[in-house]
């Protein structure tokens, strides 16, 4: 009796050793696994501001139109290599370098247009500033789709920014012009094209991103001079026009009266 006992005991232990300790120590190591935290994969990616090239992981990151910043500063500010991090980038083939010997950027140019005259929001602007203007969508284009222009900026009705060009490199808005004793202000100015007609007043919203982007500017750049494209090319340009309230933007964008050599009555 006593060894039947003893076997039965020598079985059982076999039994727990063989069966139930290795299936209690899964189950314990499965519902482990269940309650430790999974790695997040958009915690674990790595992205580069694209202003400092600083390493970050995404979820730290700002994106913008697929390009990430490390934070609202950089993606409020020019890039050393010219860009803005709060515009839409739409690169525009119709640049090229400064000329050495007057490479400073010293003046900010304020133009308007629109495309069709008086309409807004078509896309033809971007179109035109990237050679895609079709000449059979109107008339007036027929006469312009053949020009290779562009403008560092463009300022929607609605506030958005657009770049079209590095503010490092010679964008082509200013054409035949002179700033005092300095012909083709091209080569040392910024352009900055408001959509509009210069007789319609200009939206709140678009003075307001002229005044940041005048902000970015002036921390980037030595500016010197704001004027109108009809400052540089008088008789021949009219833009922005009389409805461009200089006063205002003089106060808002904190710009001082020596950087207005014409003055701040809409002209």
């Given at each position: 009796?006593?060894?039947?006992?003893?076997?039965l005991?020598?079985?059982a232990?076999?039994?727990?050793?063989?069966?139930?300790f290795?299936?209690?120590?899964?189950?314990?190591r499965?519902?482990?696994?269940?309650?430790?935290?999974q790695?997040?994969?958009?915690?674990?990616?790595?992205?580069?501001c694209?202003?400092?090239?600083?390493?970050?992981?995404?979820?730290d990151?700002?994106e913008?139109q697929?390009r990430?910043?490390c934070?609202?500063?950089?993606?409020?500010?020019?890039?050393?290599?010219?860009?803005?991090?709060?515009?839409k980038?739409?690169p525009?083939?119709?640049?090229?370098?400064?000329?050495?010997?007057?490479?400073?950027?010293?003046t900010?140019?304020?133009?308007?247009?629109?495309?069709?005259?008086g309409?807004?929001?078509s896309g033809?602007?971007?179109?035109?500033?990237?050679?895609?203007?079709n000449?059979?969508?109107?008339?007036y284009?027929?006469t312009?789709?053949?020009?290779q222009v562009?403008?560092?900026?463009?300022?929607?009705?609605?506030?958005?920014?657009?770049q079209f060009?590095?503010t490092?490199?010679?964008a082509?808005?200013?054409?035949?012009?002179?700033?005092?004793?300095r012909?083709?202000?091209?080569?040392?100015?910024i352009?900055?094209?408001?959509e509009?007609?210069?007789?319609?007043?200009?939206e709140?919203?678009?003075?307001?991103?002229?005044?940041q982007?005048i902000?970015?500017?002036?921390?980037q750049?030595?500016i010197?001079y704001?004027?109108?494209?009809?400052?540089?090319?008088p008789?021949?340009?009219m833009?922005?026009?009389?409805s461009?309230?200089?006063?205002?933007?003089?106060?808002?964008?904190?710009?001082?009266?020596?950087?207005?050599?014409?003055?701040v009555?809409?002209?």
């Amino acid at each position: 009796m006593i060894k039947i006992i003893e076997f039965l005991l020598l079985f059982a232990l076999v039994y727990w050793v063989i069966y139930i300790f290795p299936k209690k120590n899964r189950l314990k190591r499965q519902n482990s696994e269940k309650a430790a935290p999974q790695p997040n994969p958009q915690m674990l990616k790595m992205v580069e501001c694209v202003f400092c090239k600083i390493q970050l992981p995404l979820h730290d990151s700002f994106e913008y139109q697929q390009r990430h910043y490390c934070g609202l500063r950089h993606y409020n500010e020019i890039s050393p290599q010219g860009w803005i991090g709060c515009a839409k980038h739409v690169p525009s083939p119709n640049f090229d370098e400064r000329p050495q010997a007057s490479s400073t950027i010293d003046t900010v140019v304020i133009h308007h247009i629109s495309l069709p005259e008086g309409k807004f929001g078509s896309g033809a602007i971007e179109a035109f500033f990237t050679n895609r203007l079709n000449p059979h969508d109107d008339p007036y284009f027929e006469t312009i789709a053949h020009l290779q222009v562009s403008s560092h900026f463009l300022i929607q009705r609605d506030g958005q920014l657009i770049q079209f060009v590095s503010t490092n490199q010679r964008a082509w808005h200013a054409g035949a012009s002179q700033l005092f004793e300095r012909q083709s202000v091209n080569d040392f100015s910024i352009g900055i094209e408001l959509e509009g007609t210069g007789e319609l007043p200009f939206e709140p919203a678009q003075y307001q991103k002229l005044s940041q982007l005048i902000a970015a500017l002036q921390k980037q750049y030595s500016i010197q001079y704001f004027v109108g494209h009809s400052d540089i090319s008088p008789g021949r340009k009219m833009d922005p026009g009389k409805s461009f309230d200089w006063e205002y933007v003089s106060q808002i964008a904190k710009i001082s009266e020596s950087q207005l050599p014409f003055g701040v009555q809409s002209r």
